[in-house]
């Protein structure tokens, strides 16, 4: 009766010690597949391979309730196993960080086995690992750092280069399970697929970069031929015209007459080089052979010098010409560019007035800049081609009100003298009302 009543009392034992296993992987499965769960989400959110791979990091240590968790980056190139991220135990404070950056000449016969064998490794310091006692290894890991259980798992390889879970236990030796290196292999897979999309992503942007690249310098080539055959050539006609009607003529013709001749060749051969400084200036800076030197310039010598330059121009189409300063501030720019900025687009602004206009030229602070305003009561600028003219591969120039000429080169070289000069650019236009061109320049501070 009393065996019978042990033999049972052992069954139920038993039972209930299955019964505690049984529910214990249950739950670790749930636990997994949550955790798995978490990776996914976190892949989807992260687009930083290290951020990302730190995140994974504190799942597999808090979900396999390690006691430290690192990932290395193995670099064949440089010889070093480069420790990324460490996640440590808060529970036992006594733990300390290892995270460092090795020789990988230290575990060269691991890493020969990692890269052929693209397998896990675990050691126990009871059981070490062969290859770790081949290299001498174990005695730093597991005798020198106390780690009593470990498993390298690497992933993402490419060129002898791989990532590398290391996960250790310090309280107790551990056998790994089948289920807890699947469900370390599981995370491994989920971050080198997301690894790969991200290097995947940097790709395509890297790639739609130089295209963008290309295009400019295409357009930029096409511009440059098309000013070199049209409006380069034009003024050169008009010149060779006249030069053949004065060498054939000259003696014949009366005085007024040659004047009147010089006059429109000194026109077209100011016209023609103008035009080629531009565009010397503009080429010059696409190939970076421009570089700014800034200086301290003061907006009332600017405005004095711009004025005096175009104040022929203006008076010539009855167009009046004032400007305000509301800044007693300097600007820290380069001096050249800053007057051929300003003088292109005075320009522009009497060339698109109407006789009996007015054009206002402004400097006012503006945070840490100084907003520079041209104004003018001119024909204005169409909405859907505001902000294509600054463009050069935007195509649009319109004659003046008196049928001047252009290229569209002034603006696309205000906007690069003005941004190389760390400052922006823009059009605010109502067509018929007139536009405003502005742009800002850094302040000069002592
Ligand atoms: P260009 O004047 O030689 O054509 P720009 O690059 O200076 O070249 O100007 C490009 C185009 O922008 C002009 O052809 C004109 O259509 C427009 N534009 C520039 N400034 C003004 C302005 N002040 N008012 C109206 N339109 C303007």
Not at 238 to 254: C, H
Not at 340 to 358: C, D, E, F, H, W
Not at 415 to 422: C, M, S, T
Request: aromatic share 8%; charged share 25%; hydrophobic share 35%.
């Amino acid at each position: 009766m009393k065996s019978n009543n042990n033999s049972y009392e052992t069954l139920k034992k038993q039972f209930e010690e299955i019964k505690q296993e049984n529910e214990f992987h249950k739950k670790q499965q749930l636990d997994f597949s949550r955790a798995l769960d978490k990776i996914a989400e976190i892949i989807l959110k992260n687009e930083k391979p290290n951020d990302l791979l730190a995140d994974v990091n504190d799942i597999l240590g808090e979900t396999l309730q390690l006691d430290r968790a690192l990932i290395y980056y193995v670099s064949a190139k440089e010889q070093l196993i480069i420790g990324l991220c460490e996640w440590l135990n808060k529970e036992d404070p006594s733990i300390q960080p290892t995270i460092d950056t090795y020789p990988l000449n230290y575990f060269k016969v691991s890493y020969q086995k990692l890269v052929n064998k693209r397998k896990h490794i675990e050691s126990h310091t009871n059981a070490p690992a062969v290859s770790f006692t081949e290299e001498g290894s174990d005695k730093v890991l597991h005798d020198g750092m106390h780690i009593k259980s470990l498993l390298w798992y690497p992933f993402d390889f490419e060129n002898g280069n791989f990532y590398l879970f290391a996960l250790n236990q310090l309280s107790h030796v551990r056998r790994w399970t089948n289920e807890e290196i699947q469900f370390v292999s599981s995370a491994a897979r989920h971050v080198s697929m997301a690894l790969m999309k991200i290097k995947l992503n940097k790709e395509r942007i890297k790639l739609k970069n130089k295209e963008e690249v290309l295009k400019e310098l295409n357009a930029t080539k096409d511009k440059i031929f098309s000013i070199i055959s049209h409006d380069l050539r034009s003024p050169f006609n008009v010149l060779l015209g006249y030069n053949q009607l004065l060498i054939e003529n000259a003696e014949k013709y009366p005085a007024e007459k040659v004047r009147q001749f010089a006059q429109e060749m000194y026109n077209s051969s100011k016209q023609a080089f103008t035009l080629l400084e531009n565009l010397l200036h503009w080429s010059s800076l696409q190939t970076g052979k421009l570089v700014p030197g800034p200086e301290e310039l003061i907006p009332s010598e600017l405005f004095k010098d711009l004025v005096s330059i175009t104040a022929g121009q203006a008076t010539e189409k009855e167009i009046s010409l004032k400007t305000e300063i509301h800044s007693n501030d300097k600007v820290r720019a380069d001096r050249e560019m800053t007057k051929t900025v300003l003088r292109n687009l005075v320009t522009n602004a009497i060339k698109y007035s109407y006789p009996g206009g007015a054009i206002t030229i402004k400097a006012e602070r503006r945070d840490n800049d100084m907003l520079f305003t041209v104004s003018d009561t001119g024909i204005g600028i169409e909405k859907a081609y505001v902000s294509g003219i600054f463009n050069v591969d935007c195509n649009i120039s319109k004659p003046g009100t008196s049928n001047e000429s252009g290229t569209g080169l002034g603006l696309i070289l205000c906007k690069d003298f003005v941004e190389v000069n760390h400052g922006s650019i823009w059009a605010e236009s109502e067509p018929g009302k007139g536009s405003d061109f502005k742009f800002t320049l850094p302040v000069f501070s002592v």
